[in-house]
């Protein structure tokens, strides 16, 4: 599958909303994302493919920690090296603006998502009770450390 990696343009955001439909119990809106259009904070990349939106990856980039705000590809698209391709453009970005740390919440039952992070270098280091709700469930707390000291 061929797709190029992208800064997040409003004209995805359609596009985006349905794959949050697809993945998540509690899918952010068109709304939150166009607020993230012109948050300052947030760092965005979408992937395209065939000029269509099949995969995206949001960060907020606070001081010099990265908070991982969402990942997630299109069914028809995975297994293709997507997410890999988006993760990677945002370690790009984390390690040029001398980020210490990257986190993330995770579902303790998404096993994909949780091998996917640790193929990454992040690690499970606490959790967070009934984080989730529909159903209620208990979130993984995962960092990636970038630069000690
Ligand atoms: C997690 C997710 C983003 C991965 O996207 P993807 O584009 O399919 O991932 P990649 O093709 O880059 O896969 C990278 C690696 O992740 C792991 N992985 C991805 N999908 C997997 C699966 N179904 N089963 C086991 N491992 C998997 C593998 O190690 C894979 O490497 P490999 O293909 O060489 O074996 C995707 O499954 C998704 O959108 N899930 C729903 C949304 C979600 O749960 N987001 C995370 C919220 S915290």
């Not at 994909?112 to 159903?135: C, L, M, Q, S, W």
Request: with cysteine; aromatic share 10%.
């Amino acid at each position: 599958m061929r797709f190029t990696i992208e800064q997040l343009d409003g004209r995805y955001i359609p596009d985006m909303v349905e794959i949050e439909k697809e993945c998540f119990s509690a899918p952010w809106s068109y709304e939150s994302f166009a607020q993230e259009l012109v948050n300052r904070m947030a760092v965005y990349s979408v992937a395209v493919s065939d000029k269509r939106c099949v995969g995206y990856m949001g960060m907020h980039h606070i001081i010099d920690e990265g908070y991982i705000t969402n990942i997630a590809v299109t069914n028809g698209a995975r297994r293709h090296g997507v997410a890999t391709a988006l993760m990677e453009q945002m370690l790009t970005y984390a390690r040029k603006s001398g980020l210490r740390m990257m986190s993330l919440e995770v579902r303790q039952s998404n096993q994909v998502a949780i091998d996917f992070y640790r193929k990454h270098g992040f690690e499970i280091v606490g959790f967070r009770k009934n984080y989730y709700t529909n159903p209620t469930e208990d979130g993984h707390i995962m960092t990636k450390i970038l630069l000690n000291g």
